[in-house]
Nanobody, 120 residues
Framework: QVQFVESGGGLVQPGGSLRLSCAASGFTFSSYAMSWYRQAPGKERELVATITSAGGGTKYADSMKGRCTISRDNAENTVYLQMNSLKPDDTAVYYC?????????????WGQGTQVTVSS
């Protein structure tokens, strides 16, 4: 059974930092690209950052470039998102996502989300 335990969200002041964690189980973590998405109230879910299965490649949304770093520990089945210089516009529910294509079939799993609120 695929499970995610997301943590690290909360209330932070503008300019502050947060580190999100997503611990995964129930699938071969090291075979999956991992991503963080976010969804603000009234808006569509958007990609924040992606890291390849071995961790050698990363991609970031333009809105987060230079302010966040995605990383993973395949020994611990965990993906992280370090966010700095947070702005009120970063307020959203942040979701962990695992995706892989194997034998012509796409596997796509989502975490339950963790709330990030940036406010003074």
């Amino acid at each position: 059974q695929v499970q995610f335990v997301e943590s690290g969200g909360g209330l932070v002041q503008p300019g502050g930092s947060l580190r999100l964690s997503c611990a995964a189980s129930g699938f071969t973590f090291s075979s999956y690209a991992m991503s963080w998405y976010r969804q603000a109230p009234g808006k569509e879910r958007e990609l924040v950052a992606t890291i390849t299965s071995a961790g050698g490649g990363t991609k970031y949304a333009d809105s987060m470039k230079g302010r966040c770093t995605i990383s993973r520990d395949n020994a611990e089945n965990t993906v992280y998102l370090q966010m700095n210089s947070l702005k009120p516009d970063d307020t959203a529910v942040y979701y962990c996502n695992a995706r892989a294509t194997m034998f012509g079939y796409e596997y796509n799993y989502w975490g339950q989300g963790t709330q990030v609120t940036v406010s003074s």
